[in-house]
């Protein structure tokens, strides 16, 4: 059995509609909108090895109005999905090495797997990886569009994590290496997208290496891109090297660059460190703080194969003190020894300071345990870490801030999350008080089958869709 396909990971093999969830507790009359949550969840059994960053992306839609909850999922069916679902059997290997792939799609040209986020954006909600553009799904039907291109001005891929600017309704993405190429010398090409939709700009950036970059960092008037040493060769691959690989010595390379694309990028540089995902950050002039979940080391092999020790993996709050003037200097300090991941924060103040911070805990990279057992809350003027645990057969989704109300003060809200009970072989919409994890579930939606443990999700408010959609 892959550990990645067992237990909260084993796949759905089926997509439905259930109206009506039974629900538990005090379930919060104010909450009207959708969970729209997104994972790999392939269609068939893949082929060996099974990479999850790499499997069918399936999106789960929690539709809660009128205190009732809805729950429908559907295959995002990319040109991968449908012609696997026509040769029923999987054909794409989800190793990453396209040589694996079956001999009748050694030439296909697919959009991916659209399987890692979800982002709602001038009315449209959007499916997201880090290899391909975004793939448009139907908000109420969650039917796949299609490829999202912006008008046809994204001429590649797109990041998982753009961010969502709440003052100005714009939205800043970047694209690790467009081109492909995967040299010596990497690129970044970061954007802005402005309310309507419409790409306004784009910048290049040439990176010291190329490497797997996966979130990155926008404050009011900086984007931020740290450039960790996980580097990718294709000649490197060819050769019969790994084609990621972890080179501590080359030490980790921020980019610093002004929104308004004034100016030349700054780089500065810090000990060899990797983040798979940002909190938040902010700038005071050229002062800029950046707190993310930092791994000593990732689960890639070294240029000689070796790995890292399970110590290293784990993932741990810290923060980065940036100057970005005069001589330029990075101090990172770890602000709590509690491993945690999936940082969430009420995004209504993304972009600027924010006391709170929210987080998967108790499991996870770095401990014998795979999945997330709890949930974390850390207080950033109290510099408290508080957790709340579901039970050693409880696994839990990354949990998403939800406002009480769009001028309620930071943090009046609730987190949901997805969890999964492994006895039960069940999964409940959990309602916390984000103020408030001591009080534990609030409410419940009782799910009457399993929900596969995925990546990302988001939340959207029945006003915003009112006052944004597109479409019926």
Known sequence: MNPMMSKGFTPMGFETDVSGLALEGAWPQELSGTLYR??????????????????????????????????????VRTRQWQLEDRAGRALFATSGDPRAHDPSVARAVTDGVANT?????????????????????????????????????????????????PRSGEMVFFANEPRRRFAEEGEIVWGVVDPDGAITRTHVVHTPFASVVHDFAVTEDFVVVAVCPVTI?????????PPLAWEPERGTHVAIARRDGTGDVRWLERS????WHVLDAWNDGSKLTLDACEQRAPAFPTLDGALPVP??????????????AGAGEIHAKQLSDEICEYPRIDERFSGRLT???????????????????????????????????????HAVSEPVFVPISEGAAEAEGWLLCVVYDEQRDTSDLVVLDARDLDRGPIARAHVPH??????????????????TSKRP
Request: a neutral charge; proline letters at 8%; aromatic letters at 10%.
């Open 38 to 75: 997104i994972g790999p969840n392939p269609r068939f059994a893949p082929i060996e090895p099974y990479n999850p960053l790499l499997g069918d992306g399936m999106v789960h839609a929690f539709r809660i109005e009128d205190g009732c909850v809805h729950y429908s999922n559907r295959w």
């Open 117 to 165: 986020n979800l982002i709602w954006h001038s009315g449209r909600l959007l499916a997201l990886e880090e290899g391909h553009a975004p793939i448009e799904l139907h908000p109420d039907t969650l039917a796949t569009l299609g490829p999202w291109t912006f008008d046809g001005r994204l001429s590649g891929n797109m990041t998982a994590h753009p961010k969502l600017d």
């Open 233 to 241: 060769s294709l000649v490197r691959a060819r050769s019969g090297g």
């Open 272 to 275: 060899p460190c990797f983040v």
């Open 311 to 324: 110590d290293e993996l784990g993932q741990r709050l810290t923060r980065w003190e940036i100057d970005s």
């Open 355 to 393: 006391r709170h911070g929210y987080f998967a805990c108790l499991g996870g990279p770095g401990t014998p345990d795979p999945f997330h057992r709890g949930i974390a809350h850390y207080d950033f003027e109290e510099g408290q870490m508080n957790r709340l645990s579901f039970g050693s057969t």
């Open 450 to 467: 399993r929900v596969p443990m995925g990546f990302h999700g988001c939340w959207v408010s029945t006003r915003s869709r009112r006052s």
